[in-house]
Every structure is written in structure tokens, then in C-alpha cells.
């Protein structure tokens, strides 16, 4: 997958993935961060998520990395903020008060360009990779972040069934790409109520991945 086909999606629309709504699954869980309120939190691949205003809405400050721009543009029309935007290095960086989005390849992201981030909330990034890709994509957001902790969201169902995006992703598959970095602690395994793209058997794991004490 390269970076056209997210590009198609949006030119063309087809955004079915956004939710009219905040996660309930990220308001049920996200005190399980333990974060004051004015903490920073990193949504890698955020594109125009209601996940955003929820954050901001409860007092948090937010970053986010997104390959579309489009997708930043209607984030902050939502919010009815005008963002300012400057460039750092490869990517172009929208900002208001408590906001950040930083727009372009989340590869060419560094630690530097991030900033300090008191934790992670991954709902979108990882489940949509493929698979060839998600091991560098954790090597990097772990590295980038300077291993702060994550809320992280995963679909898990028989991936002959169905093409991703989004991706299963499997227990074995979070341990394998974070278990040298994090504890990890599975807090909930939920049935998907409507399914997936027409699937029906499909689950939605909430994984609380925390540093060793």
C-alpha cells in the first residue's frame, strides 16, 4: 500500500472509517492512562477524528500526524479553529491553541519534530497498515515518542475473510512489535455490533500498554 491509495480514499470520499462520533471505547479506557489534565497526547494517522475534540474538550493537549491534508482542513473547519501554518523539514505543521498537526509522511516525523508527548491514542494507525509495514510503523512511533504510553485500538477477525484496511491484528502481534518496550495489559475484547464492511464475527481489542515500573 503506498501513499496514493489513502489519497484516492479521500479525493474520492470514501472515508466510511470516520466515526460521527468520539470512540466510546477511548472515553471508557482513557482514564486508564492516568494523565493530568493539560498532558499532551500524540493520535498518529488522526485524519479529521472526532477523537480529537473529545481530547480537547476534556482538557488535554493534542498532536497529531496525517498523510492527507484535506483530512486537516476539514479537522480544523470542524473545530472552528484557524489554524497557522509553518514548515518543519518534510512536513507542514498546522497549530492553534492546545493543537498540532503535522502533515506528510509519519516516517519523516522525528522525536524532534513531535515534541514531548505525555502519551499515545492509536484508534487508526496501526490497524491500517499492512502487515509488511506495521513493524516499522511501531519501531518509529515508539522511538518518536520517546516510548510514552498507549491506548491502543485493534480489529482482530479472519483476515482470509477480508481485505484491510483496517487490519487484524492479533494479541501475538502486539506483543511481538511492543513487548520489549511496554507492559502490555488487555483491557477489553469486544463483539463489533454491526460488524465490519459486512463481516460479522469481528472484535475490537483495547490494549493499555504502560512502561515497566
Not at 497498515?129 to 498507549?150: C, D, F, I, T, W
Not at 491506548?151 to 483476515?159: N, P
Not at 491484528?169 to 520489549?180: D, F, M
Request: glycine share 6%; proline share 4%.
Amino acid at each position: 500500500m503506498d501513499t496514493n491509495f489513502w489519497h484516492q480514499k479521500w479525493k474520492e470520499n470514501e472515508i466510511a472509517f470516520h466515526q460521527p462520533s468520539a470512540n466510546p471505547l477511548l472515553v471508557k479506557y482513557f482514564q486508564k492512562l492516568s494523565l493530568a489534565k493539560g498532558s499532551r497526547v500524540f493520535v498518529p494517522l488522526c485524519g479529521k477524528t472526532l477523537d480529537m475534540a473529545w481530547l480537547l474538550a476534556n482538557g488535554y493537549r493534542v498532536v497529531g500526524s496525517e498523510l492527507i491534508e484535506t483530512a486537516v482542513e476539514q479537522l480544523f473547519s470542524e473545530l472552528g479553529v484557524e489554524p497557522k501554518i509553518s514548515i518543519i523539514g518534510k512536513l507542514k505543521h498546522y497549530r492553534a491553541k492546545d493543537i498540532d498537526i503535522l502533515v506528510g509522511d509519519f516516517f519523516d516525523l522525528s522525536q524532534a519534530d513531535l515534541g514531548l508527548v505525555d502519551a499515545i491514542y492509536d484508534r487508526a494507525a496501526l490497524v491500517a497498515l499492512p502487515e509488511e509495514m506495521r513493524k516499522h510503523y511501531a519501531a518509529h512511533l515508539v522511538e518518536s515518542s520517546n516510548g510514552a504510553p498507549q491506548l491502543l485500538l485493534c480489529y482482530e477477525y479472519d483476515q482470509s475473510l477480508m481485505e484491510g484496511p483496517p487490519f487484524s491484528i492479533s494479541g501475538k502481534e502486539v506483543s511481538r512489535h511492543y513487548q520489549e518496550s511496554y507492559e502490555l495489559e488487555k483491557l477489553e475484547s469486544a463483539v463489533v455490533a454491526d460488524g465490519l464492511k459486512g463481516l460479522s464475527d469481528v472484535k475490537e481489542n483495547v490494549w493499555l500498554l504502560h512502561q515497566s515500573l
